[in-house]
């Protein structure tokens, strides 16, 4: 079993709090993102779990072992890096069996020139071998391993540190942006690779990125954290719907979820903008809410039908399959972005008089504080004030 | 090219060449007097070639006069000793102060600045004593022990080892390293290229020195080189000069030659001691 | 907040241990570097400033402190007034002719592509040579009758002397052996200086007007080239107030004291008579020569700093 329990861990650097009471429980063979903007303590908390750093309280265990006292590397955990951190001078082979170097051979036998005349040597070595050979197979990479890394592409390093964190059987993967400094589409073609990977080898993975589209792709679990706080940890589909927090909502989704404020007007409707929207908040009448609509749950049509929002088209983007237009609120200072088929990318002219409709089930409610106000029940019925 | 182009063309080559023969002339003089009988040399002539080939009784001289092999087994042997202690004892503590929090670093690193400003000249009588007092005086051990530290070596290794990025000290500690294997397996190979620059430093400049052998060595067994030759020099009392010549060509040839051949190497090694003040 | 207290207490003890062990393994690592720095650079340098106030001989029983009576004593001793003198002259001497000797080669090499590398390397040919051994060369060159220098003066109709035999010569002449043992030692630092000058600044020099090369020199290569110019100069500063090897082999601080200097007179005080404390109260003297010349440069660098 290798599940990894992280228990209120904080960290604070000389003036920096990095992570505030962070909780986060992985199960065993779980693939877990943790997903936050750049700075949000995601790449220390990783680092905590390896041994690498030491929290300023909390505790973390690894397969039911508290393993505060225990060193990296009897932790018994993998890392791959994002500059994959080869060891620049060795050969990918020599990368990949460090590791089982210095864990199988004694001193004596690791010695250069010397050890392998030490007894049981030869043995060793050819079992560390067998190994390497083996994780070089299934990475595709056997024909490299008499490179050194400068002669290797991104895609090959990439590989070559997966291989050295693969042969040694670890319990934990720990992963930090390993595919941030790859091209686009080797990043798409490595996400594929990673995923399917963690299926056949059955590990526990946690993977570290600013990518919500890779953790979204990847992952059984998705934990997003901000400013050292987790914020929501749950799996990418109810992360998208039903996400707990507006920053966590904002942060997943692309493009990013329109965001209108608003007041609570009776039991079933909310004030937004000019307009009343059918949706039931759990919130006394008066409570000051935001509405949280994705592009999708918009639709834009005529200027003078039962429309939500009114406004002027801005801007059309035109992705081919659908359109996203951006239509400028008065009362709004970021234009709300609606999508449609792209068939319909043309319609739209730019500056023109537009309507945006809008499906009352699928709003998001939350506080003034960001927190997620559970809707009661909505009906799919609106009124618009002239 | 413009005529002033060419006119100043002409101009820094009569200049520079000038100069270089300045620079050159002592070599090429020594060269050619180790070639020449004595009786060429007294006799006062301009010519670089001898009349009569005198090398071999020249160089023959050198080596039977003196026991010069024994001067350049020395110089060798304690020169090899001394970058080797030094890099046993510099590299751990520079890779401790670029890579390790603990307390007391910031203590150790002020105190390797203070040792940077102190000339190798200041040290020397207390060294004295004290290797007077432990029966040392004379022995390859005073040679050597005077600079197994080099406060030098420790600075410029922090600073390259602080180039280094962390994640392959992590990598490594993940892949059950220890620290001491991770200095020997993993910085020392990627600090190479300065390693390399240091030990040129510091052969040039151990093999050159003649102040401190001079106070603590007095038997001809254990002499280094620039010992050897001051030797052989107050023996011929400046009489005779062939061998001389050809002791002085055979002392100074090993680093010549190591120059010429890796002159980019040897000019970053060497012009580092500016950095050391 | 109260919840908190059960794993901080966990941390007191693993995680202090942890803590610990690195830091334990840290001081193995700097542990000899640093007990070495004390045993042999920082003790013995305090040591020396403690010996100076010592009568202590070497080999004595016994040792008195005489306050600042050494140096007392240095200041009111001719040999040592001149001593110091010497090595001022020397520095006076050897420093600006070196500094502007290899400022002037680093341009001329510079200045055109071809047989750079040529010139570069036989400037700094002297500077990797054992210099006792050229020293025993340049001994050989400045002999009186069949020496390179007085038979080249010669043919020019000149009288040479015997220079390093001569009291009112002989620092002159191992002035002349330093130059020409550092000359290239300053040209490589100053070709590194010139390299590091952008060469948009002499195209922008020339649109605004600054073509002839005495212009270019004085807005471009000059200022550019001030904070490498203090460098070198304070580096060959240090460099010549060791002055030491070539008066030890050649002259012995002769004739007549005339090319005694600082460390030779140290050397003789501490190794020929034993004059340790004596000898020490020298020592300080040439420490605090080197000091000042240090305490310059870094002066000099942080103001480079405020201004950058
Ligand atoms: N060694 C350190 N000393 C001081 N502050 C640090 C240190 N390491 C990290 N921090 C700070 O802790 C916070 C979290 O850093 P961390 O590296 O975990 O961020 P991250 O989420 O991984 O960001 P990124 O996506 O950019 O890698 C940052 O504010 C950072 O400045
Ligand atoms: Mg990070």
């Known amino acids: 079993m290798s599940e990894v329990v992280i228990d209120r861990v904080s960290k604070s650097f000389a003036d920096v709090r990095a992570l505030r009471g962070v909780s986060l429980g992985v199960r065993d063979g779980e693939f877990m993102t943790l997903l936050g903007p750049s700075g949000c303590g995601k790449s220390t908390l990783l680092r905590i779990v390896a041994g690498l750093e030491a929290q300023t309280a909390g505790s973390v265990s690894i397969g039911g072992e508290n393993v505060d006292h225990r060193v990296p590397k009897e932790r018994d955990v993998a890392m791959v890096f994002q500059s994959y951190a080869l060891y620049p001078y060795m050969t990918v082979y020599e990368n990949m069996a460090l590791p089982l170097v210095m864990r199988r051979m004694t001193p004596a036998q690791r010695l250069p020139l010397v050890g392998r005349f030490v007894r049981g040597s030869a043995a060793l070595r050819r079992g560390i071998d067998a190994n390497v050979r083996e994780v070089a197979a299934s990475l595709a990479i056997e024909t490299l391993l008499a490179r050194k890394p400068a002669q290797l592409s991104g895609g090959q390093r990439q590989r070559a540190a997966l291989g050295r964190a693969m042969v040694r059987h670890p319990k934990v993967f720990l992963m930090d942006e390993p595919l941030s400094n790859l091209d686009a589409k080797l990043r798409t073609q490595m996400r594929t690779e990673l995923a399917d990977l963690h299926r056949r080898l059955g590990a526990t993975f946690i993977y570290v990125t600013h990518d919500q589209s890779e953790a979204m792709t990847m992952s059984d679990r998705v934990a997003v954290m901000m400013d050292g706080e987790l914020l929501q940890v749950a799996t990418p589909t109810s992360l998208y719907n039903d996400p707990s927090d507006l920053r966590v909502a904002e942060f997943v989704g692309s493009p990013k979820i329109n965001v209108v404020p608003g007041v609570v007007a009776s039991e079933r409707t909310v004030r937004a903008l000019d307009g009343l929207v059918a949706v039931a908040a759990e919130a006394p009448v008066g409570t000051r809410v935001r509405l949280g609509i994705r592009s999708e749950s918009l639709t834009p049509e005529g200027a003078d039908g039962a429309a939500t929002f009114r406004g002027r088209t801005r801007h059309v983007e035109n992705l081919g399959s659908d359109c996203y237009v951006h239509v400028a609120v008065d009362g709004l200072d970021v234009p709300i972005v609606a999508r449609a088929d792209g068939r319909r990318a043309d319609e739209f002219g730019i500056g023109s008089a537009i309507g945006v409709a809008c499906d009352p089930d699928r709003i998001l409610l939350f506080d003034d504080a960001g927190k997620r106000i559970p809707a009661r029940s909505a009906v799919a019925r609106l009124r618009s004030h002239g | ?277 | 907040m109260a919840e908190a207290l059960a794993p901080g207490r966990l941390l007191d003890t693993a995680q202090r241990r942890r803590r610990r062990a690195e830091t334990w393994a840290a001081w193995g690592l700097a542990g000899p570097a640093t007990f070495l720095l004390f045993l042999l650079l920082l003790g013995p340098t305090v040591a020396v400033v403690v010996l100076s106030a010592t009568d202590w001989q070497l080999g004595a029983k016994t040792l008195r402190f005489v306050g600042l009576g050494n140096y007392a004593e240095l200041f009111a001793d001719r040999v040592f007034r001149q001593s110091l003198g010497n090595t001022l002259l020397y520095v006076a001497i050897t420093v600006p002719a070196s500094v502007g000797l290899g400022l002037g080669a680093a341009m001329l090499i510079e200045a055109r592509t071809s047989l750079q590398a040529f010139y570069r390397t036989v400037y700094f040919l002297p500077v990797t040579a054992t210099l006792i051994a050229m020293a025993v060369v340049w001994e050989f060159l400045f002999h009186p009758n069949v020496g390179l220098v007085n038979l080249l003066l010669a043919l020019v109709g000149i009288a040479g002397t015997h220079w390093l035999n001569n009291p009112a010569t002989a620092l002159y002449a191992l002035c002349a052996i330093g130059i020409w043992q550092s000359l290239g030692f300053t040209t490589v630092l100053f070709l590194a200086g010139l390299k590091s000058v952008p060469h948009d600044l002499y195209d922008a020099a020339a649109v605004d007007g600054a073509d002839t090369a005495w212009e270019r020199f004085r807005r471009v290569t000059w200022p550019m080239l001030g904070p490498t110019l203090m460098f070198v100069l304070v580096i060959m500063g240090i460099r010549s107030f060791q002055v030491f090897d070539t008066v030890a082999v050649l002259t012995a601080g002769g004739p007549a004291k005339s090319t005694e200097v600082l460390l030779y007179t140290m050397y003789t005080e501490s190794f020929h008579y034993f004059r340790t404390g004596y000898g020490s109260a020298i020592t300080v003297v040439f420490l605090l020569f080197v000091l000042t010349l240090t305490l310059i440069q870094v002066r000099f660098l942080d103001r480079r700093v405020h201004y950058a």
């Open chain 2, 1 to 277: 090219m413009s005529r002033p182009g060419v006119a100043f063309g002409v101009f820094r080559h009569v200049v520079l060449l000038a100069g270089a023969a300045v620079m050159l002339a002592p070599f090429v003089w020594m060269v050619a007097t180790s070639f020449k009988p004595p009786h060429e040399i007294f006799a006062g002539e301009l010519t670089l070639l001898p009349r009569q080939w005198h090398a071999v009784e020249n160089y023959g001289q050198a080596f039977t006069k003196v026991p010069m092999l024994r001067y350049l087994a020395n110089g060798v042997f304690v020169t090899a000793a001394i970058f080797a202690l030094q890099i046993l004892v510099a590299v751990p503590c520079a890779y401790a102060l670029a890579k390790l929090e603990f307390r007391g670093r910031e203590t150790i690193f002020t105190l390797t600045l203070f040792g940077l400003l102190i000339p190798a000249h200041v040290p020397a009588i207390p060294l004295y004593v004290m290797l007077w007092k432990a029966g040392l005086l004379n022995t390859y051990a005073a040679l050597v022990i005077p600079f197994v530290i080099s406060v030098f070596g420790i600075f410029l290794m922090r600073q390259f080892f602080k180039s280094i990025p962390d994640e392959l000290i992590h990598a490594a500690r993940l892949d059950g390293l220890s620290e001491f294997a991770i200095v020997w397996r993993i910085m020392v190979p990627a600090a190479m290229p300065a390693l390399v620059s240091f030990g040129i430093f510091s052969v040039v400049a151990h093999w050159n020195d003649y102040f401190w052998p001079l106070l603590v060595i007095n038997s001809r067994e254990l002499a280094p080189p620039p010992l050897g030759v001051a030797y052989f020099r107050n023996e011929e009392a400046g009489h005779d000069f062939g061998p001389l010549m050809a002791g002085a060509v055979i002392v100074t040839a090993p680093l010549v030659v190591a120059f010429l051949l890796a002159q980019r190497r040897f000019i970053e090694g060497m012009t580092m001691t500016g950095l050391k003040s």
